[in-house]
């Protein structure tokens, strides 16, 4: 009987996704000299059908395994609380000695044999979107607050740097605070309408705060060039050598100041270092600050808002100030893509970007560090590799992601503990109390 409704389930899966295949994938325009001809797929939705039907019935049979060796460690609790806490246990190591290794591996890796000019370049997406997890970490991961507006500070910093540079000469490193700076202050002002939201209403909020931003970019055009962005935007030197091989008359290149052969490669290298260092300097500042009583008055707030009340901290300074810093953190990064891409527009800051940098975190394991970089790479270098199969990639993505939920709801390295307890973790209250 269960093998007949497993199978029944499947069905109506394969059936389902054949019916919303049809109009996506099952016809293709196609130029024939005069007007557009239609050509028929249905081979794909055949195949889709049969992906479905077979992944659906293994994820019943996956279901079914799982529901039953739940019922079995449900009736040993202790077995239930050890395998939580190996699960704790694996995040906090993870934190303590797997970052240590990635970072020694991200330091050198423009020096392995492979790390060819694609490679070093994909690498510096990666830690963009590293560096935006660890931003939005503190605002979902360490204080609880649902933010889905995260890529308006990203804007803010990027059209900071932009119009900083093209207007008033500043260059990178001068503008850097600037950008963080004004992205805080929108963080605090998109703080104050959400003071007592949560949940969901803050989520819808966020969004709305997101949406005004980039209708704004869009619009304002003799200010932010409206749909056609802004172009040549000034790149990065190093402490004042350009990376050109011809540099401005009286100034010496950076090629020419080491003695080195003139390699475009070089500035792609000195842009990974910076955006490396970058991240490195949002983690520490992540790091310690939680350590701090602001660090601890976030968690106690994701924890439980009326027992942080009742103790006597203040919801509303905890909020803005998650807020501010998150959002200035996202401003960095946003000043540092604008200087890397020499081009930005509004549709470089889409609610999309806002959708992945969530999933970074959740996927991540909220208030892992070390998780975020593994999902950022994960999500950032999923769609690179499926860019062979350019029809069926964000099909693979969003599969991926569903994949990583069902096997790891919890994150990929769950650690969301509080920095400080009552009692030691494991230990029962009031254990050793007179």
């Not at 303590?96 to 370049?121: C, E, G, N, Q």
């Not at 769609?383 to 069926?392: D, M, Y």
Request: proline share 5%; aromatic share 12%; glycine share 10%.
């Amino acid at each position: 009987m269960a093998v007949a409704e497993r199978l029944r389930d499947a069905f109506l899966a394969a059936l389902v996704a054949a019916v919303l295949a049809l109009p996506l994938i099952g016809f293709e325009t196609i130029d024939t000299g005069g007007p557009l001809g239609i050509k028929t797929r249905f081979d794909y939705i055949a195949y889709s059908a049969i992906a479905v039907f077979f992944g659906r019935l293994g994820m019943r049979i996956a279901f079914d395994w799982r529901r039953r060796s739940r019922e079995k460690s449900m009736q040993d609790e202790a077995a239930t609380a050890d395998r939580k806490e190996l699960l704790s246990d694996l995040g906090r190591k993870a934190d303590k000695w797997l970052m240590p290794a990635l970072i020694a591996f991200a330091v050198i890796l423009p020096m392995m044999p492979f790390a060819s000019r694609t490679v070093v370049d994909l690498a510096t997406v990666v830690l963009i979107y590293v560096m935006l997890g660890w931003g939005l970490n503190i605002v979902v991961g360490l204080a609880g607050l649902l933010d889905l507006g995260y890529v308006a500070f990203y804007a803010v910093g990027a059209y900071t740097y932009a119009l900083l540079s093209m207007h008033f000469g500043f260059g990178f490193w001068s503008s850097l605070p600037l950008a963080g700076l004004l992205a805080a202050t929108f963080g605090v002002i998109l703080g104050f309408p959400v003071l007592r939201l949560r949940g969901d209403y803050l989520a819808i909020v966020t969004l709305g705060f997101g949406e005004i931003i980039r209708v704004i970019l869009l619009n304002w055009q003799s200010v932010t060039g409206g749909p056609a962005g802004i172009s040549g935007i000034q790149r990065p030197s190093f402490f004042g050598f350009p990376f050109s091989a011809d540099p401005p008359e009286g100034t010496t290149a950076f090629h020419q100041l080491f003695d080195l052969e003139f390699a475009s490669i070089h500035r792609i290298i000195f842009l990974y270092y910076v955006i490396l260092a970058l991240a490195l300097v949002t983690n520490i500042f992540t790091m310690r600050i939680r350590k701090l009583p602001v660090g601890r008055a976030w968690e106690a707030l994701r924890e439980d808002e009326i027992a942080c009340t009742a103790l006597g901290i203040n919801p509303t300074n905890t909020k803005l100030t998650a807020f501010a810093i998150g959002a200035m953190f996202g401003g960095f990064a946003g000043s540092f893509f604008a200087t890397r891409q020499g081009f930005i527009s509004p549709e470089s800051f889409s609610f999309i970007e806002s959708a992945v940098i969530l999933a970074i975190v959740v996927l991540g394991g909220m208030g892992s560090q070390a998780g975020i970089v593994l999902a950022a790479a994960f999500l950032t270098l999923l769609p690179e590799v499926a860019r062979e199969f350019a029809l069926f990639r964000m099909l693979a993505f969003g599969a991926a992601m569903v994949l990583i939920m069902v096997w790891r709801p919890q994150g990929l390295l769950a650690h969301r503990e509080p920095t400080m307890r009552l009692h030691p973790a494991g230990a029962k209250a009031g254990k050793g109390a007179p």
